[in-house]
């Protein structure tokens, strides 16, 4: 049903209002600040990045023409010729200069500041060439400026009440919390793009009004409808479903520094107690692809095919908490509808512990606030995280010593000696060799639990043709609005 | 009789002012109580202690509180609701178009739920005891025991998604004539009015019962004077300071706390605002809808008291 | 009726049959409160069934939820939170507004204009933002819960009984008490309190319905009962999917509510009256 | 001449709460000819409101009629439809309540309320309808006639208001008026003025009315017969003269007995050791709605009063409605604490406010009100409502306490099965008992009565002053009786004092009530007292002072 829509051959015109799952008075036109969805959509259709990844997860350049290196340290970028913001000034190196550097600024605030940091240099060559000159070798930089945050403003801005890009609409209603509306850029530099006249993007929190306001033909897409709707959506005609298996997951956190984490034999054992099969199957409706407790996905090339996933076997998860003193003590487990999923997670493994008798206090907690309060700093807690494109940024982020979300307080020198060596390689199969070891000492280490890959799945009406699904999230990696059309 | 509502409704102003003033502190702290801040909040998972600082002095948040709450409160006397923190743009932009959408819901669903109320208490009250009088008592109490949620759901459900007789949001950005308006206004509405007419109904009914015990209803009766005569000129004009008082306390719930229908029909709303500035703990935008909230509930009770005045002959001539 | 009526002289009281059965409703539910843990067939947090949104089926009475787990035994356990937990938050709040509006009433003066503006003040603040600043405050637990609620709705049962205890003030009974020498406590507990407790019954009946539906909109907040045991309203808001196609799972705990707040207002509309007969 | 009014075997019942039927009105029948003006009479409860209803048609929400007949002009209210009955109502009998301040809905002007006839019935143009209205005010003889009906119903008197619901039943040119104690709400004076508004406007236009009361005297100056109701039966019909005269039923002549009391008989022993104050009111000034800067209060009631109570004796305090007599009795219980002068009990200086006087002080002095049934807690059973002073004041408990209620209430002879009942159970004389005895339990010395008998019929009130009396013997007790009832006055007190606008204008022994009162105000006030006599009404006319009095109004 979902694959069906391709045939077709694309047809210019049309509006079509799209839904995302939220948004809020903080909802910004600035790259740097945006942290949900429905800021990146508005990204995506009004800027560009110098990179993009496909629906394969490689990359490909959209305003760099080439970006090169020999040693992994230091970059040439060269632009694409011909490209103008939406308010007619040409694309030059200093735009791009301008909002890359911008990010290692803190009073800008931007959520990729750690990443940019390791840009240390920047160098004008001309109007078309730069050179990014990196504090230590990084060969997946190319990966990195396909971030969404690391879009192309024009030199010097500073005001984003709209939005001033090279993207394929122009800015034409911003209202942070209610909508935007984007025309079409006559004057884009990809060739037939857009096909829309113009589009409308809100946002709908409520899962079910989403949907019916799809049902009912109030807008053209729904994005990440939930698992449960699915079976009704499909006995429905005009509707289809773009299934999106990316690299999001859901972990349940034991922090190794504090108790019980730090008794021996509790981890392990809460990786047997938790049951991955009925996770995927009851929980997530098997919309969701079982892992095995480290982060790199089954899409990304560097995954390690041989790490199985633990087998639910609760009588050894028994034995193992027996062993680490625990077994009958109450362990409170701190979950919230910030992270998705995880209270019904938090539910599976309490059950699983009830019927061994080991008691698990599933504490819910406000969605509001808990990032900053509960995530990272509860003893047991639950953490949602977003695809990245490469298991360094992952790693680096998340499992390093000083990694700033180190969401278990993992440490080991290895893993951070390992992390290094891997990133200034331009070996493939050194890299992948290295990837591989460094999945198995998360797997068996860290006290990051993640049972499955959650799949993303966005509800359009059957009429709207051309969204593919993309690694990096859903609708098409935030970037459908200028892909897609309607069909008469 | 003009001049004693002129000092009342003085009176009563100076009073609420001072209501704001206590309602703005007692949001001031409560705003402090929460644990994180703007810039945490605005950096989200990516909030890491030095990006947290950085953003903090660049938005002059390491200001002490009280004083920033101070310089918000000066700013306000002189008519400035200052910027959001979230987004830094003007609270006043951020709210006029809210607000104005708020009102018009809460307009609206009056204008629609409070004669269907007071037919129901009025009607419900005059035949008290008969099987007609039982039944509204069960509707109401039915009505105001389903979920506001679900309501609104089966609602969309039935009507936008079975029927498609009404669009499933409401989204009041371009209107174009009555019928369009009463269309997108149509189930929020109904939602709305089932939340906000029982408590409606029960109190007009109480009220009329009460004044229709009286001896000149009786008197009026013994005069020759019909059953609709002696509800609508006799017992209602007494009645109407509870029934009045009432309403208001209904209708308040309309402009903060309709946040359910809000999210479910996606309608721009205060409610939502406020919501949102408390999570992202924008101050000057959470002072400025707590202040709207207040205003307007204090207006509401306001005008309930004149009415009670002005329908009382005794109280209006003192 | 007249069966009722005859039986009654030899009880005192006037027993309505409507009233009867409100009060059996509640008692029920009462009892399956107290009960459930024995008599649910699952435990609550059980998944049961891989389908989801299951129908009624002989092994599960009232189907199963969007997880599979099994409602029945949801139901009977939610009984314990909504019935529990409504009625303690709106005694404290009824208690708490109807004693201070009677004091209010009955000292008057600076006293009643202080309380009344604060009040005031406190109810025009969105329940929602009240919610927030609780839990991030003084954090999560039944108890907090519970006064939490019964402090969002404590205002409105001041102004109410304040409204009734001003005009049973100014009766000469009060009058005679005051001149005896009564004391405050003695004058709103023997001579307002039983002249306004059937008005307030009634406001009490409403507010516990209102209390109800509040609890899910608050459990959402983090606030009160923690998975996987749920409120009635909590269940009818995690399977609201269900509600297109009719799902037992939405159903039923809607059924329960309205079941719970229509007899609680029917027994308090056709409260016992003693009746004795004056011409006797 | 033929009968406007036929009532045959006419039976109404009413349902009590638990359902049980009584029957209240049992078999009556009664006839009026036209321009005939006939009393209803009896004890409260007798049905004399019930039979007057029902010739509108009309039976209270719980009654119903159940037999016989009731023919006014020519048509049965019994069996015609409701439309026909409203249409009735208003144009052919018209009902004049007792009590006109509620009568008026206080939320319309006086002139819309008395048209509303004209307009409900669609009788003449509303223009026509407010200048006939103009027209029955001035011959009613209220004052302003032209603008009186843009007031709203709490601007002008009772006696002026009792005047305008005759306006508001004549309107409609009714074959028959319907009067239902016009004037039992009324002090004296303005009883007067109302009495003969009305008796001006029926003889002037030849209507037919029966006029319910319980006062004899004021049915004696305007009926032309008297029918004697008891427990819903006809016991006595005959001419005014006859029946006032020569009453032949024994119920009849109860009530002409408790007419005229006994007078005060002087309590030797009390008189013999010479008058001992047991109260000393000096100077006070009190009034209400807040005190400004001067310490006055914005409305002064009291102005200076000088007042002194012996003990064992009672002093009668007499005046006008609004005059100032309750506002006394509570200034001295502490209920409003006076501005200004002081208070003395058995030389010493009370608290102005309760607040500041000892229980003791509290517990000497008990006041009790008007009306016993706002008075009582309609939620307490008389047993617990005696028993709260006895365990207030004496700190009884138990059986000690069961026993004195026993007492209290054999003191005031009720049956000791009563302490179960509610108020609401009990007769008007019962609860006035009652609320007596509540002041008894404190054992006080000196008990402040607000006319705690005018609600009373009189039989029942004569009653009550009995047992005042006796209890004044037996413990001694010092009384300040307000009324304005004169005859009750003379009956119970051995001084009067004459209050006017607040002042106390004069104070004589009770005996010289009757023959010698110097300030022309009381002077007034006493010969306003209706008299067991036909004639006393008109004979008026020839008294000078009244005749001067009235031209003042
Ligand atoms: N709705 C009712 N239900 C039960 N009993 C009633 C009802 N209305 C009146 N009664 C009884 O009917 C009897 C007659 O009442 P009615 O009002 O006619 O007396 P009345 O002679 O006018 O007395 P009063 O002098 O006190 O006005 C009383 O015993 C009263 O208690
Ligand atoms: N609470 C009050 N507030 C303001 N004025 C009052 C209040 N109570 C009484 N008054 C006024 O005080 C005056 C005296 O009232 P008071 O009750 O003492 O009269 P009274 O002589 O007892 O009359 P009545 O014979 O009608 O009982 C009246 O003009 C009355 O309107
Ligand atoms: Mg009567
Ligand atoms: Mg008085």
Known sequence: RATRAFADTPKSGGSITAAGWSSSTADTLDPAKASLSTDYVRCCAFYNRLTFLDEGGTVQMELAESIETTDAKTWKVTLRPGVVFHDGKKLTTDDVIFSLARHKDESVGSKVNAMAKQMAEFKKVDDRVMEIELSAPNADLPIILALHHFMILADGTKDFTTANGTGAFKCDVFEPGVRSVGVKNENYWKDKLPYLDSFEFIAISDEPARVNALLSGDIALAATVNPRSIRRLETIDGVQLSKTTSGNYTDLNVRLDMDPGDKAGFVEGMKYLINREVIQRSVMRDLAVIANDQPVSPNDRYHNKELKAREYDPEKAKSLFQKAGLFGTSIPIVASEAAGSSIDMATVVQQAGQEIGMPFDVQRVPSDGYWSNYWLKAPVHFGNINPRPTPDILFSLLYASDAPWNESHYKSEKFDKMLVEARGSLDEAKRKSIYDEMQVMIANEAGTIIPVWISNVDALSSKLKGLRPNPLGGMMGYAFAEHVWLAS | MNAVIARLVLKRLGIMLLSLLIVAFAVFFATELLPGDVAQILLGQAATPEAVAGLRTAMHLDEPAFLRFLHWLFGLMSGDLGRSYANDREVADLISGRLANSLELAFVTTLFSVPIALTLGITSAMFRGSFYDRMVSVFTVTVISIPEFMVATLAVIIFAVYLRWLPALSVASEVHGIGELLRIYAMPVITLAFVVSAQMIRMTRAAVIDTLNTAYVEMALLKGASRRRIVLRHALPNALGPIVNAMALSLSYLLGGVIIVETIFNYPGVAKLMVDAVSTRDLPLIQSCAMIFCVSYLLLILIADVVAIMANPRLRNQ | MTSTARRSPRFGFAVNAVGVIGASIILFWILVAVFAPWISPYPVGKIVDFDYYGPISSDFWLGTDYLGRDMFSRILMGARYTVGISLASVTIACFVGVTLGMIAAVVGGWFDAVLSRFLDALNSIPALMFGLVVVAAVGSSLTVLILTIATLYAPGSYRFARALAVNVNAMDFVTVARARGEGIIYTIREEILPNIVGPVLADFGLRFVFIVLLLSGLSFLGLGVQPPDADWGALVRENIGGLSFGAPAVVFPSIAIASLTISVNMLIDNLPRRIRDRSE | ?553
């Open chain 4, 1 to 553: 001449m033929g009968n406007v009014i036929e009532i045959r075997d006419l039976h109404v019942t009413a349902k009590t709460d638990s359902g049980r039927v009584v029957e209240i009105i049992r078999g009556v029948d009664l006839d009026v000819a036209d321009g005939e003006i006939v009393a209803l009479i009896g004890e409260s409860g007798s049905g004399k409101t019930t039979i007057a209803l029902t010739l509108l048609g009309y039976a209270r929400p719980g009654c119903s009629i159940v037999g016989g007949s009731v023919t006014v002009d020519g048509e049965d209210t019994v069996a015609i439809s409701e439309a026909e009955r409203r249409s009735l109502r208003g144009t052919r009998v018209a009902y004049v309540p007792q009590s006109a301040a509620a009568a008026f809905n206080p939320s319309k002007t006086i002139m819309d309320q008395v048209v509303e006839v004209a307009q409900i019935h669609d009788l003449m143009p509303m223009d026509a309808a407010r200048k006939k209205a103009v027209e029955l005010f001035r011959a009613l003889a209220l004052p302003e006639p032209e603008t009186i009906g843009a007031r709203y119903p709490h601007q002008v008197s009772g006696g002026q208001l009792q005047r305008l619901s005759a306006a508001m039943a004549l309107i409609g040119d009714p074959k028959v008026m319907v009067f239902d104690e016009p004037t039992t709400a009324l002090d004296v004076t303005t009883q007067i003025e109302v009495l003969r508004a009305f008796k001006a406007v029926m003889r002037e236009r030849g209507m037919a009315g029966i006029y319910v009361s319980h006062d004899l005297a004021v049915v004696a100056q305007i009926a032309d017969r008297i029918v004697v109701l008891k427990g819903g039966e006809v016991q006595e019909v005959g001419a005014t003269e006859a029946i006032v005269h020569r009453p032949s039923h024994s119920y009849t002549k109860a009530l002409i007995g408790a007419f005229h009391p006994r007078a005060r008989v002087p309590d030797p022993e009390a008189a013999a050791d010479g008058p001992q104050p047991i109260l000393k009111v000096s100077g006070v000034t009190a009034g209400y709605g807040g005190t400004g800067r001067d310490k006055m209060p914005k409305y002064v009631v009291l102005k200076n009063l000088d007042l002194t109570l012996e003990r064992g004796r009672s002093l009668g305090v007499i005046g006008e409605s609004g005059s100032g007599k309750s506002t006394l009795a509570r200034v001295i219980a502490g209920l409003l604490p006076a501005a200004k002068g002081s208070i003395e009990m058995d030389g010493v200086r009370l608290g102005q406010a309760t607040r500041d006087r000892s229980k003791e002080d509290l517990r000497k002095l008990q006041i009790v009100f008007q009306l016993a049934d706002t008075a009582l807690n309609p939620n307490k059973p008389v047993g617990a409502i005696l028993a709260r002073p006895l365990v207030f004041y004496h700190a009884m408990a138990g059986r000690e306490r069961d026993a004195e209620v026993d007492r209290l209430l054999d003191m005031v002879r009720l049956p000791r099965g009563l302490k179960h009942r509610l108020p609401s159970e009990l007769s008007g004389g019962q609860k006035q008992r009652v609320n007596f005895a509540r002041a008894l339990a404190a054992r006080p010395e000196l008990i402040l009565c607000d006319e705690i008998t005018s609600a009373l019929d009189t039989v029942v009130a004569a009653a009550v002053l009995d047992l005042l009396d006796e209890l004044q013997r037996e413990l001694g007790l010092t009384y300040m009786f307000i009324s304005h009832d004169l005859s009750t006055v003379e009956a119970i007190c051995d001084r009067v004092a004459v209050m006017y606008q607040g002042e106390k204008v004069e104070e004589m022994p009770t005996s010289r009530m009757k023959s010698g009162p110097e300030h022309p105000y009381s002077k007034l006030l006493i010969a306003s007292v209706p008299k067991l006599d036909t004639g006393w009404l008109d004979g008026l006319r020839d008294d000078p002072l009244m005749a001067a009095a009235m031209e003042g109004r």
